[in-house]
């Protein structure tokens, strides 16, 4: 905070500010791209959680934003430099829009400062500043010139895997995710400067893998792996590649890890990481002109809001899926999006616009598959339909209704798609406690329990945990007891 501006006459006086320029700042244009799609507070979340990731502390709000994307903060402290370049690996605070710190201060960069002491991971915080937290705004009278060199060694790798321009170093982060046939193995020896097609290979088999994984154990320890991959991912964009084609398919790439990402964190309980993700993915198809990627990243964003209560947000987003998607051909992918609108109007509880969706959702759905169907809708079949159609009658208080087709989504469900089976299971299992069938909640609850050891979703335990405190006061009804236990004695989430 700014200090009083009346003084004792026992202090000192200060020595006169420097004045003013009389140029008004010059908005930050490039910080204002990279902002894309996101509103200020949605970008300064995904600053704050940045933050997080390398243990850095920053109150970034959407003033915070506007004020960088105005030019009033020409260079920003040190921590939201750390911040800064965390997110956005292999850039510069040039690259961001910022002047040099030593153009702020005015003189040049000091070279006899005291550097930190040995094995901390930030500088002595500027006055009126803790460690970057206290006051964001803070940005241009910091008096400490000197370098980290102890940043976390994650943050030295992204800076050295950039450092030479070599597409090849960044595709290699992918490397966990499915890169044995053909991708960097390959190239590793080449000083590869832009992207070609092995880089673009492993980008869209790094998308593949993390969907089977994602499939058969769901989403809760695989979202901090997938950080690293999307990083590298949006590296590769930065590096350029020789041919148009190449470009095209990194950006799909790009987009499509965004999003399965965005679903990772969607389905582990993280809404404001899924929502970040899923906008990253809607800027990145805006830029390309990719109207299947956009179609997806809406469809993605319309069922995230739904889950986070914001059904009208959900139909808007639903609608705009299914216009980006008219052109592409694609029966099964409207029918999906219709759904999805129809998720939307059973949260508004407009009965009538849910029936309509369905309706219109199942003859699209009955038009069978072909070949524009994007590849991503592996999972989308007879039992997704009757799930999602189950769900709508369940938002709606339609137990029997809902229970029903949760009951056809379980029987129908190839059992490849493991964590989908624990999932219609858990709609069975609430559907039926709700509609006062106890006993048989208590048995499909208990078939859930079993699958949990290959599935780790966050989504299919908070639907198992409400099952559970519905089915609280039926403890004498057959098999009620025993799931009550078995659910108890479950290990909670960290």
Not at 94 to 113: H, I, M, N, Q, Y
Not at 438 to 462: F, H, I, K, W
């Amino acid at each position: 905070m700014a200090s009083s501006p009346t003084t004792s006459s026992s202090q000192s006086p200060r020595p006169p500010r420097p004045p003013r320029s009389p140029r008004p700042p010059r908005p930050n244009l490039a910080f204002r791209r990279l902002r894309g799609q996101r509103s200020p507070g949605e970008f300064a979340a995904a600053v704050r959680r940045a933050a997080r990731e390398i243990d850095e502390r920053v109150s970034c709000d959407a003033r915070y934003i506007g004020r960088v994307e105005a030019g009033e903060i020409r260079c920003p402290n040190y921590a939201y430099e750390r911040v800064f370049l965390h997110m956005f690996p292999g850039r510069t605070l040039t690259d961001l829009g910022f002047v040099p710190r030593s153009a702020v201060r005015g003189r040049g960069a000091r070279t006899a400062e005291v550097a930190p002491a040995p094995h901390t991971t930030s500088p002595l915080p500027a006055p009126h500043e803790t460690d970057g937290a206290g006051e964001p705004y803070a940005t241009t009278h910091d008096p400490y010139g000197t370098d980290d060199q102890n940043r976390e060694e994650s943050d030295v790798q992204r800076r050295a895997f950039m450092s030479g321009g070599t597409a090849t170093v960044a595709a290699a982060s992918l490397g966990p995710w499915g890169l044995a046939s053909g991708g960097t193995a390959e190239a590793a020896p080449r000083a590869v400067h832009r992207a070609g097609e092995a880089e673009a290979r492993a980008l869209e088999e790094a998308v593949r893998r993390i969907r089977v994984l994602d499939d058969r154990h769901g989403a809760d320890g695989l979202y901090r792996r997938a950080a690293a991959p999307l990083r590298a991912a949006y590296a590769l964009l930065d590096a350029g590649a020789a041919r148009q084609a190449t470009t095209d398919r990194l950006h799909t790439g790009a987009g499509e890890l965004a999003i399965s990402v965005g679903w990772l964190a969607h389905d582990s309980g993280r809404f404001d990481d899924a929502r970040s993700h899923y906008a990253e993915a809607l800027a990145t198809a805006r830029v390309a002109r990719d109207p299947a990627l956009e179609a997806h990243a809406f469809c993605n964003t319309s069922f995230l809001a739904r889950d986070a209560g914001r059904p009208r947000e959900a139909v808007r987003a639903a609608q705009a899926a299914q216009y980006a998607a008219r052109p592409l051909g694609s029966a099964r992918l409207l029918s999906l999006l219709a759904l999805r609108e129809a998720g939307g109007w059973a949260g508004l509880a407009d009965r009538t616009g849910c029936e309509q969706a369905l309706a219109r959702a199942q003859a699209l759905y009955g038009r069978g598959p072909c070949d524009a169907d994007p590849e991503w809708m592996s999972f989308y079949g007879d039992a997704e339909l009757a799930g999602l159609e189950a769900q709508c009658w369940s938002t709606l208080g339609d137990w029997q209704r809902a229970a029903h087709q949760a009951h056809r989504a379980t029987r129908l469900q190839d059992p490849h798609f493991t964590r989908n089976l624990a999932l219609y299971t858990a709609e069975l299992a609430d559907d039926l406690a709700r509609a006062g069938h106890p006993d048989e909640a208590a048995a499909a609850g208990l078939r859930v329990l079993a699958l949990l050891d290959e599935v780790q979703s966050s989504r299919v335990q908070t639907m198992l945990a409400g099952t559970a405190r519905v089915l609280l006061p039926h403890r004498r009804a057959s098999g009620v007891s025993d799931f009550l236990a078995r659910h108890k004695a479950l290990p909670r989430p960290a």
